[in-house]
């Protein structure tokens, strides 16, 4: 292939491009936004200002995609961690069982993640990042897409168009214009609103744990995330569903009182703010069917956001992105139709959805579907938890599937279920994994 024009230089259309870099002779990159050399938030990834996690899976995927980068993030700031000994995660108010695991972390801020991603795939042999180029539409020879149309009016052209332009992606409207179906869409309502601040950390804060996950609960359907970042500070990340937290900083230490365990709230009062605050409204996640389309353009493609946008709460996006523009490259590289990508994307998405939105249906103001097969797995999932805070190898197999390692389904194997069913009692004696640090929330009952 000559040439691919990627729409979007936020993480999924650079990690598009890193891919595409090793078929195609040239790669461009463009986004509407000025991309300047040093990280700053800009308009187009208005999301860098709230907390992003960074799964296993997504790690592991972007250093294959660029070589290196985790060495280069921690140079520049960021460190690492092990996911289940130092992070503090939160399931129906109770702490997963910490011990030492296999599951590497980084924490990164988002600025830094996609700033250093973008100076890696800048500096690739026949890569292009050019900002303030905004797409206006695609331009066409009968069914294949040949490049792109600029808002300036200048055209550029392609051998492949991906489109990486996150959820408001403009594809659904350019296929009908050139007389194909737009694909089905998925909605689950949840109308979270983030409202996040950044702290000064001091070496002693939540004894020393770089992080806290949070999930909302059925009584209370707020959640919280609070992560280590470079330069000694803490971003932390609430979010209301159905309403929206105050960014004032007394209201704030207020409503991290509120959540459901009290970590968060321990962590802000008293803590230094370092800035004003600012929200972010997710009203829905979406999932955009483009694999059961039966007809689609030659020469386009669509990843990321573009093609699924979650509730962000679970921290998955980037690592999805990570995976489907690996898919993306391997595709490009055998000149398939693009229907053999988008199956390829789906079974990508498959997981973490059901993940997302069983998870969320658990919330009474989500508005959804609730069959029977989510009402049981939710029932089994909070037996799940209170097993997992005193079980450590039901909190690994829990990662694991959160961290996008392992499928779903592997928590429903019967080695989990028995010891589900045991509710966790004897399991550090019985565990091949000892557990080295005491859970720190005595059990709710
Ligand atoms: C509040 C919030 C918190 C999140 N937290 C996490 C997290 O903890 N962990 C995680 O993994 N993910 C998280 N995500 C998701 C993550 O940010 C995205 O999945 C990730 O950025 C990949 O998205 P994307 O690149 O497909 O699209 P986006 O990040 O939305 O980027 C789209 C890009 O396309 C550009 N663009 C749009 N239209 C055009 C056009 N016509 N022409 C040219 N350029 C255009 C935009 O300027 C932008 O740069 C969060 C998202 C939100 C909203």
Known sequence: MRHAVVIGASVSGLLAAAALSRIAERVTVLDRDQLPGEDVHRRGTAQSRHAHGLLARGLEVMEVLLPGLTAELMDRGAFGGDLQADCRWINEGRRLAPAPGDMPGLLVSRLLLEGQIRRRVSA???????????????????EWVTGVRLVSGETISAGLVVDASGRGSRTPAWLERLGFAAPEEERVEIDLTYTTRVFRRRADDLAGDPVVIMAATRAVPRAGVALAMEGDRWIVTIGGYGDAPPADYESFVDYAGSLPAPDIHELVSGAEPLDDGCHHRTPASVRRRYERLSRFPRGLAVVGDA??????????????????????????????PARELFRSIARV???????????????PGVRGRRTAKIRMVNAYLERFHRAAEHDAELGRRFLRVANLLDRPTALLRPACLVRVLRGGAGAAGRDDRRVTREPRYPARH
């Open 307 to 336: 093609v699924c946008a979650f509730n962000p709460i679970y921290g998955q996006g980037m690592s999805v992105a990570a995976v489907e523009a690996l898919r993306l490259g391997e595709w490009a590289r055998r000149e398939r």
């Open 349 to 363: 998405v498959d997981a973490p959805w059901d993940i997302v939105v069983g998870n969320d249906l658990r919330l």
């Open 124 to 142: 690739l042999p026949g890569v292009e990042v050019a900002g303030d180029r905004q797409v206006f539409d695609l331009t066409h020879s009968g």
